[in-house]
């Protein structure tokens, strides 16, 4: 296909490379209908002593576009983190039932936010971005065997703070407000648009 009408791209032929294994991040980036592949980064997710939510869930996102580019210094990588922050404090994948329930138990009736990072690295030309899309969500103040009732649909053990919002989840909430719709269930695609563009890969 003639891409003639549009002006050079800054990194014509540059790779495109999501730094994750998500499959949820890998189905919102295919929306794009930009052919990338995906590399699985190498990083130490723990948490930093008195580390804000918003803050490691940035350090994350670079953390892992970077370990990916390192390996491939020629191509556009995008790295991605999300953290539930609740008080301040920080949410991550439940990765068990258990873990879940009392993830949850905390949550009902209460204002969570959603803190997403995507960082867009290419080593070959310098260029390096990240951005913060926070998701505010309230809970509904459910009930014990409604949390079963969704666990045991979902299994959504690998989602930060237990909500898969895209599936059965939607029923646990009272409201979300952001503005950037797809940061809830993994990668704020407005944002991951305008970074890639300033890296220099053509999205239309």
Do not use: W
């Amino acid at each position: 296909m003639s891409h003639a009408a549009h002006p050079p791209s800054l990194n014509a032929g540059r790779a495109l490379i999501l730094g994750s294994t998500s499959r949820y991040r890998h189905e919102l980036l295919s929306r794009l209908r930009i052919p990338f592949t995906v590399a699985a980064p190498d990083v130490d997710e723990t948490p930093q002593p008195g580390e804000a939510p918003r803050e490691l869930a940035r350090r994350l996102a670079l953390a892992k576009a970077r370990a990916v580019a390192v390996s491939h210094p020629e191509a556009v990588v995008i790295g991605s983190d999300q953290v539930a922050d609740l008080d301040g404090l920080p949410l991550g994948k439940p990765g068990a039932h258990g873990k879940a329930v009392a993830q949850l138990q905390r949550m009902r009736g209460r204002v969570v936010i959603f803190q997403t990072a995507v960082s867009v690295v290419c080593l070959a030309s310098g260029f390096e971005d990240t951005q913060l899309a926070a998701v505010q969500v309230k809970f509904r103040d459910l009930s014990d065997a409604e949390i079963e009732t969704y666990l045991r649909a979902e299994e959504p053990y690998d989602c930060a703070g237990s909500a898969k919002s895209e599936g059965l989840g939607i029923a646990l909430l009272e409201a979300i407000d952001n503005d950037d719709p797809t940061a809830l269930v993994g990668l704020p695609l407005i944002r991951t648009c305008q970074m890639i563009r300033a890296a220099g890969v053509r999205v239309l």
